[in-house]
């Protein structure tokens, strides 16, 4: 499957992209890609694109990549709805919640003392005594 996305270029610290079409599974830096549509420089906002180019690889079955997709968005070059491409934080579970308040009540019930225990010498001792009542 082909895929529109970025390729890192530029120095250390000054990052600079082109758009790019490759093969999915390929890594940008990878080869040649099959063509390169435009480029944008996030520092400077620079925006340049081939939007005639871009629609006809998507007509191709070419997929944009979310981040590009986005700044397309962005850019009126095309229509759509947002893609969120940060991991979606998770929320701790019901059960770990369930389970944790009672766990709480245990540690407040074993934190509270108890009748005091009997040592075994006090145990015989008031074994007898009653036996004898």
Not at 2 to 30: C, H, T, W, Y
Not at 46 to 73: R, V, Y
Not at 79 to 97: D, M
């Amino acid at each position: 499957m082909l895929m529109i996305r970025f390729q890192r270029i530029g120095r250390k610290n000054d990052p600079a992209f082109r758009m790019v079409v490759l093969e999915k599974a390929r890594s940008p830096k990878a080869g040649r890609p099959l063509a390169q549509l435009g480029s944008y420089n996030p520092k400077t906002k620079a925006f340049s694109a081939d939007t005639d180019a871009i629609k006809d690889w998507m007509k191709k079955g070419a997929q944009l990549s979310p981040s590009l997709h986005n700044l397309l968005l962005a850019k009126g070059l095309i229509e759509g709805k947002k893609i969120n491409v940060l991991p979606k934080k998770t929320p701790p579970k019901k059960e770990e919640e369930a389970s944790a308040a009672p766990k709480a009540e245990e540690t407040v019930a074993a934190a509270a003392p108890e009748a005091p225990a009997q040592s075994p010498v006090e145990e015989e001792a008031a074994t007898p005594a009653e036996a004898a009542a």
